[in-house]
């Protein structure tokens, strides 16, 4: 920072580092060469330098690890740590991110064998699990559910997913594009209770988990349980900054300036204006935690006034280890509204675009070229006017983008 001095403080007891990477390449079986750390510190998945601890030394920045902010004083603008460290701040930039959801403890939340995936130390005694595990049940058909259970068949292990809704990542694939994703899972021998509510999780003779119930009163037997069932917003001694009642998280405008002078918020935890939609959201991204930290600094260092402008980008990677029959990588840009049409056959590839009022509005792809994805935001950015029929008899994912790209030279 400009003649000033940088702090770090951390609940954590390591350097930042992508958390994508968690439910991604660090749950592979030990002999598919899982991603460890330092391979994934900060940066390195954005194409910078690797923010190892040594970095930090070098650039002179002070880090306290495994001491997070208790309290602030914004009138005495000072943080108070866990360990009773007082600390005097200028600017503060809140990014503590989220927190896992969790089961409560009287049902079971708690047991031994029952994992969440937030940190690497959640990861590290995850992976400890599944080298003794034999029968997994994943709690969630969200991004973090889909992701682990991948990571589970590398393992060979009797694997089971449950889930509420109908169909796989209701809030973004199409009941016709789950389906072809369960199909690829149940190729791979995993199992599927859809549509199922969980009473509790249940210890066995010594304490361990043994099995989940569920409300029809039914059991299916397990010894490692992972409950993938979202995130909440890490605000702690946030709140009285102004919590968002809609998304949740701190409320900021678009420099992510809180209602406190000097005080911001990026990330996972802030509520901002999506200038894009005209609405108020909050993104669980790594690519918005990249973004919104670059706009907030510029913010706070030069006289940028312009409001962050982010287009929403979501992507998964599944199935990636050595060995694996097929890698399934998709992106998604833009807005998931309208009605959606569907090209391709999954085999390799598959394309959903979204379409409302005649203007394309969002577009997911599934094992496109480099070429492909790259024109992804680009539509979903301008929202070109599209006709319909003509993508809709599109003979191949190819030819739909084709007809896509076309009509942003309209």
């Keep these: 920072m400009a003649n000033g001095r940088l702090c770090i403080v951390s609940k954590e007891a390591y350097a930042p580092y992508e958390r994508p990477a968690l439910t991604k390449g660090y749950l592979f079986p030990l002999d598919k060469k899982p991603a460890r750390l330092p391979g994934f510190h900060t940066c390195v998945g954005s194409g910078g330098e690797r923010q190892t601890p040594d970095w930090y030394k070098e650039k002179g920045i002070e880090m306290f690890y495994e001491d997070p902010v208790t309290g602030i004083d914004i009138e005495k603008q000072t943080l108070t740590t866990n360990s009773g460290k007082q600390l005097k701040y200028g600017s503060l930039i809140i990014a503590t991110g989220c927190t896992a959801s969790r089961f409560p403890d009287k049902i079971g939340g708690n047991l031994s064998g029952v994992h969440y995936v937030r940190d690497v130390a959640d990861a590290d005694s995850l992976i400890s699990s599944l080298e003794k595990a034999r029968k997994v049940v994943v709690v969630g058909g969200g991004y973090i559910g889909m992701e682990i259970v991948a990571a589970a068949v590398g393992w060979k292990l009797d694997t089971t997913i449950i889930f509420p809704e109908k169909h796989l990542l209701p809030r973004l694939f199409t009941p016709s594009l789950s389906k072809r994703y369960e199909e690829l899972y149940q190729e791979n021998g995993v199992k599927f209770l859809k549509g199922a509510s969980i009473k509790n999780l249940e210890a ?42 809609n998304v949740g998280g701190i409320q900021v405008d678009g420099q992510f300036r809180t209602s406190a002078p000097g005080i911001f918020a990026i990330g996972d935890v802030a509520a901002f204006p999506l200038k894009m939609y005209d609405r108020v959201a909050r993104v669980e991204h790594v690519d918005h935690a990249r973004r919104s930290a670059q706009h907030c600094i510029k913010a706070l260092l030069s006289a940028q006034t312009h409001t962050y402008d982010y287009l929403p980008y979501f992507y998964s990677r599944v199935f990636e280890y050595e060995g694996s029959p097929r890698k399934v990588w998709w992106q998604f840009f833009g807005d998931n509204v309208g009605e959606t049409i569907e090209i391709g056959n999954f085999d390799p590839k598959i394309a959903t675009f979204w379409v409302d009022s005649g203007k394309l509005k969002g577009v997911l792809l599934e094992s496109g070229s480099t070429e492909e994805f790259e024109l992804l935001p680009k539509l979903a950015r301008s929202q070109p006017s599209v006709d319909k029929a003509k993508l809709q008899n599109a003979s191949s994912v190819g030819e739909a983008l084709n007809i896509a790209r076309t009509s942003l030279q309209v």
Excluded: Q, R, Y
Aim: proline fraction near 5%.
């Design 204 to 245: 066995g003779s010594g304490g361990h988990i043994a099995a989940v119930k569920l409300e029809d009163g039914s059991a299916i037997e397990a010894d490692t349980v992972i409950i993938g069932i979202g995130a909440k917003p890490a605000v702690g001694p946030f709140e009285m900054l102004g919590l968002n009642t």
